[in-house]
């Protein structure tokens, strides 16, 4: 016989000696599809310079690792239309950037302090 596992209910790790339950306390997602039929897309906007600016400053930071913050890559996020777009997760906030300095305030601001950049949200009804 088997029990169904709840994962409110699961056993947490010693804080001592593990990360968050979560493994990372925050994760970064940022769109770096390209898409070859000319449609708009988060790579024509320099997506991938800024997944490695935010890599970087977030390993300067000392975020990086279990616990703390993961910055990953990702295929289509379907938000086309406010590209170049990322996601951070637990907390589901999109952010619509144009430079590295939006990276650079989007590292400081919500990956290190959990202040989410007002002027960064990506307008919700903006999708594909």
């Known amino acids: ?10 056993v947490q790790p010693d804080s001592a ?4 339950a ?3 306390q925050r994760h970064i997602f940022f769109c770096l599809n390209e898409r070859s039929n000319g449609e708009a ?9 800024a997944f490695e600016r935010c890599k970087v ?11 703390q913050v993961r910055v990953n890559k990702a295929g289509c996020l379907d938000r ?3 590209g170049p777009v990322a996601v951070v ?28 950049v007002q002027r960064l949200l990506t307008p919700a009804d903006l999708g594909r």
Do not use: F
Not at 1 to 10: D, E, G, Q, R, V
Not at 17 to 20: G, I, K, N
Not at 57 to 66: C, D, H, N, S, Y
């Open 57 to 67: 400053q977030v390993k300067a930071a000392g975020l990086a690792g279990p616990g």
């Open 17 to 20: 000696t593990a990360p968050a």
């Open 89 to 116: 997760y637990p907390e589901g906030v999109w952010y619509s950037y144009v430079d590295a300095s939006d990276i650079d305030e989007i590292v400081e601001s919500h990956l290190k302090n959990g202040q989410v």
């Open 80 to 82: 086309c239309a406010a």
């Open 41 to 49: 897309c988060c790579a024509q906007h320099d997506a991938q310079a």
């Open 1 to 10: 016989m088997t029990h169904p596992i709840s994962l409110n209910s699961a």
């Open 22 to 24: 979560g493994y990372y």
